[in-house]
């Protein structure tokens, strides 16, 4: 059996959000995937066939204007042609987003992404963890410290450079991306499994 493949399909205005995306990447990969790092606005036609063959496609974006940024729409807007003979249909999706506010509308980026997910037939891999910070027992350093369960959120102020991305963000975003690796495995196996059994006798 193959490694699960995985794309990071990102966009990143400052590099903060890259740094999540850093994190999903090798997560992923330290979970045994082979996974490409792919920003919205350098796909190239190798990364075209990548993102087509791969058994889960991750999204992430910062939170801009209540949404995700007008780069990675014109991604999906490009992605019409593939959605109208669903040729992503069954593929595993997620997806993360980082903001400069505590709330800052994040959770309208995180429902974007997978209402496209569900537009292309894909089936939505959501974060896994319970939600952090909620209790005086809890801190900011907690996985999940927002509480979302869609996806991984993030949050960094606006006045600070790559540095300032919280720890415990990067760790609920490695989180997401060793969870899409295990999922992908867990699926890929299955499929064969299926495949296997409805294969005729002696076959
Ligand atoms: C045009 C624009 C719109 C933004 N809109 C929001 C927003 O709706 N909510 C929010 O909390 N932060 C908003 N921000 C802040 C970014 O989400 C935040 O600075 C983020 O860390 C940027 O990530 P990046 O460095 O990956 O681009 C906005 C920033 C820009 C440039």
Excluded at 168 to 178: S, W
Excluded at 181 to 202: C, K, Q, W
Aim: hydrophobic share 45%.
């Amino acid at each position: 059996m193959t490694n699960p493949s995985i794309a990071i399909i990102y966009y990143s205005g400052s590099g903060h959000t890259k740094v999540l995306a850093d994190a999903v990447n090798e997560a992923a990969r330290e979970g045994g995937a082979t996974t490409a790092l792919l920003h919205v606005n350098e796909l190239t036609e190798e990364s075209w066939e990548f993102i087509d063959d791969a058994d889960a496609l991750i999204f992430g974006a910062p939170t801009y204007m209540g949404t995700a940024p007008s780069a990675f729409h014109a991604f999906a807007e490009k992605t019409a042609g593939r959605w109208a003979v669903q040729a992503w249909h069954n593929k595993l999706g997620a997806g993360f987003t980082n903001a400069a506010c505590k709330a800052g509308d994040k959770h309208s980026t995180l429902d974007y992404f997978s209402t496209f997910a569900a537009q292309h037939g894909m089936n939505w891999i959501n974060l896994g963890l319970l939600p952090g910070w909620k209790s005086l027992k809890g801190t900011e350093n907690d996985l999940n410290r927002f509480g979302f369960f869609n996806g991984a959120a993030a949050q960094t102020f606006s006045d600070v450079g790559i540095d300032g991305v919280h720890p415990a963000d990067i760790a609920t975003a490695a989180h997401l991306g060793r969870r899409v690796a295990e999922m992908a495995a867990v699926f890929s196996a299955g499929r064969v499994a299926v495949e296997r059994n409805l294969a005729p006798a002696g076959a």
